[in-house]
């Protein structure tokens, strides 16, 4: 069974930043982030396998997210700059099971969901 707790959201605005963090707990090798805006579907951000290989972001998020981890605790950080109003969302961290590393951009690849965290960037 795997855990994931997320945290980091907030306010902030236009321009800014926030870093999220998520700390997993159980086997898993795999952490993505995912977004939902309100009235709309969840949609993929990012992801990092813990086997190796680069990162891999949207299109709408690259080269303003980062995302990276630090497996001496078990966290994985989604760093967000420039944020833009469009990037308002509930941000769930998310996790494949078991003994997988290849990254996959679908929700439904995933097993583990966090609570989520508010993100929210006044214009």
């Known amino acids: 069974q795997v855990q994931l707790v997320e945290s980091g959201g907030g306010l902030v605005e236009a321009g800014g930043s926030l870093r999220l963090s998520c700390t997993t707990s159980g086997p898993t090798n795999v952490i993505a982030w995912f977004r939902q805006a309100p009235g709309k579907e969840r949609e993929f951000v990012s992801a990092?396998?813990?086997?190796?290989?680069?990162?891999v972001y949207s299109d709408s998020t690259e080269g303003r997210f980062t995302i990276y981890g630090d497996n001496a605790v078990n966290t994985v950080y989604l760093h967000l700059n420039s944020l833009k109003p469009e990037d308002t969302a509930v941000y769930y961290c998310?996790?494949?099971?078991?003994?997988?590393?290849?990254?996959?951009?679908?929700?439904?690849?995933?097993?583990?969901w966090g609570q989520g965290t508010q993100v929210t960037v006044s214009s």
């Open positions: 990092i396998s813990r086997a190796g290989g680069a990162p």
């Open positions: 998310a996790a494949r099971g078991g003994r997988i590393t290849v990254i996959a951009r679908t929700s439904r690849s995933y097993n583990y």
